[in-house]
């Protein structure tokens, strides 16, 4: 893992980051648990990233009018 | 509530009736349930006893004078404490919830509820925000399951689930963001319905994943799971994920399909290697005999595999995770340690996936629900069947329970395509521990869902048996 100045950067530091960009501050024992979780989280989102999707799908559908309630599912 | 065979929502409002029975008797003797066995089971947060007797009084006084409501007009009903209501608080079983956030009194389908004629109990136990795990640490009740006390209720809607097991309850309230219906329907031996995202509003339930959360019922039997529905369906503007669409009467429906019976019908049988690796032998095969019952009364089933499975399962996690953090923040901030550890630990890890991975898993989740509804589409498929989770309800050990693995769930699929999903009792697993048979529909087939469910319990009486702990 890489930080933007091509630098190793550990899990542990990554998911400390993380949870410090969130005003986060938690004790050294749960950032240990969630270390240990951090590359199965990963390896969960990244394959989704595999999936073949049409480059016109978005993340949301928006409508410009928006009519009944339901309309934008 | 003792009787021969349980009560459901069906023959107590029959028997409401005839006479043979008053809406005060019922909440009488579930209150009296609830006094010998809530102490053991864990299944209340608070009880409205006399606001519950006064609105049993009136039910009774409505029906003598003819003034009748429909079938649960003076019916015992628990509500999840995540869901507001005009008696008291909503806790979500936190020590960090903002007491005042109940201030606003029913949402709407606890008001539906009401104006059915419904009885309120009380607020059933959950776990905490709908997310963490059984919680020695804090000061509110463990949920345990009636068929095993060292066994877990399953959840989030453990105490609704455990309620209607033990006889409690005739029915209730759930929630299910990625289960939380039908896990507990399952483990504790009851039907419980995930409705279609969008038939019933979700306003006054505290929040976990905005876009896979739904308010859904449970009770003994599909047919007591349709008649809550029935009131509980419907748009509100108070939620705009709702969708305007005409009113169904799903019990006149689920009757109406009975008769024409099960030939014609075909279900498709999930093969994944998510659901037959993540389910034990005992569970596979009692759901091969649940798919044989259908199959010898008319149905063709057809083995499907369904495409993108692992990715809207493992996305309705990821999903609710984000969802949950986003509104968790700034209360985890300020306070950590008020937080249950496994529900800290879990919604904290919303914090741990970018802005890209969410729309990325968003794309993905639109692209699989098109594929699912166009192999269900090719396949001619009227509904999908799998077991409603891999084996019997798990162990508390230590200080939670048992290592609850994820692969062992095969509900929140359906979280994220949002359709509707149903968990009826299909038998037992070595241990004598209830397993449960999950019934999928295509979007707003919440009328066939059930309707298969209730064609499966005229086949079977697995949703009648009583526990060892059992009013």
């Known amino acids: 893992m890489d930080d933007v100045n091509g630098g190793a950067i550990g899990e542990e530091k990554m998911v400390r980051a993380l949870l410090g960009a969130a005003g986060l501050d938690v004790p050294d024992d749960e950032i240990d648990r969630l270390t240990k979780l951090y590359p199965s989280v990963r390896r969960s989102v990244d394959r989704y990233y595999r999936v073949p999707v049409g480059d016109e799908v978005t993340a949301a559908v928006y409508r410009a009018v928006d009519s009944t309630p339901g309309d934008e599912r | 509530m003792t009787r021969q065979e349980p009560w459901t929502i069906r023959t107590a409002a029959a028997a409401l009736r005839s006479g043979e029975t008053t809406s005060v008797a019922l909440v009488r003797s579930a209150h009296a349930a609830a006094d010998l066995l809530d102490p053991q089971m864990g299944t209340w947060l608070d009880r409205y006893t006399e606001q519950s007797l006064s609105s049993a009084e009136q039910a009774d006084a409505e029906l003598a004078e003819g003034r009748d409501l429909g079938p649960l007009h003076g019916i015992p009903l628990g509500i999840k404490d995540i869901l507001s209501t005009d008696e008291g608080p909503t806790t979500a079983q936190s020590l960090t919830m903002d007491p005042t956030w109940g201030d606003q009194g029913d949402g709407p389908v606890v008001a539906r509820l009401r104006a059915a004629g419904a009885v309120i109990m009380g607020k059933t136990t959950t776990m905490e925000y709908a997310i963490g795990r059984p919680d020695f640490s804090k000061p509110f009740p463990v949920p345990r399951n009636p068929w095993n006390l060292d066994r877990w209720t399953g959840g ?3 105490g609704t689930g455990n309620g209607v097991a033990s006889g409690q309850i005739l029915g209730g309230l759930g929630t299910d963001t990625g289960g939380s219906v039908r896990l507990p329907a399952a483990y504790n031996g009851v039907s419980g319905h995930k409705p279609t995202f969008g038939l019933v509003p979700k306003s006054g339930c505290v929040p ?34 709702t969708v305007e669409r005409p009113g169904i009467d799903y019990v006149a429906q689920l009757e109406q399909s009975f008769e024409r019976g099960l030939d014609g019908l075909t279900v498709g049988v999930i093969v994944n290697d998510a659901i037959t690796e993540g389910s034990d032998e005992a569970t ?40 949950a953090f986003a509104w968790h923040r700034d209360r985890l901030a300020a306070r950590w340690e008020d937080y249950g550890r496994p529900t800290r630990l ?59 693995s994820i692969r062992s769930l095969h509900t929140p699929a359906w979280n994220s395509t949002g359709w509707p999903a149903l968990s009826v009792p299909m038998g037992f697993d070595p241990d004598g521990l209830p397993l449960g048979l999950q019934i999928i529909g295509r979007p707003f087939a919440d009328d066939q869902v059930l309707a298969i469910g209730h064609a499966y319990q005229h086949l079977t009486d697995w949703h009648l048996r009583r526990p060892p702990h059992h009013a």
């Open chain 2, 346 to 404: 879990t919604i904290v890890q919303g914090a741990l996936i970018s802005a890209a991975d969410i729309v990325q898993i968003e794309r993905v989740r639109q692209v699989a629900r098109r594929q699912v509804a166009a192999m269900v589409e090719a396949e001619g498929l009227d509904a999908l069947l799998s077991p409603t989770t891999g084996h019997g309800a798990t162990p508390f050990t230590g200080g939670g329970t048992e290592a609850l």
């Open chain 2, 208 to 241: 976990l994943g905005m876009s896979y959360d739904h308010i859904g019922p449970l009770a003994r039997s599909a047919w007591d799971c349709a008649a809550l529905l029935s009131v509980m369906a419907g748009a509100d503007p108070s939620d705009r994920t």
């Open chain 2, 156 to 158: 989030s809607s453990s």
């Open chain 2, 284 to 323: 596979i095969a009692v759901f091969d005999d649940a798919v044989a019952a259908l199959t010898a009364a008319g149905a063709t089933a057809k083995r499907i595999e369904v495409p993108l499975y692992d990715e809207l399962a493992a996305g309705a996690f990821l999903g609710l995770q984000a969802e």
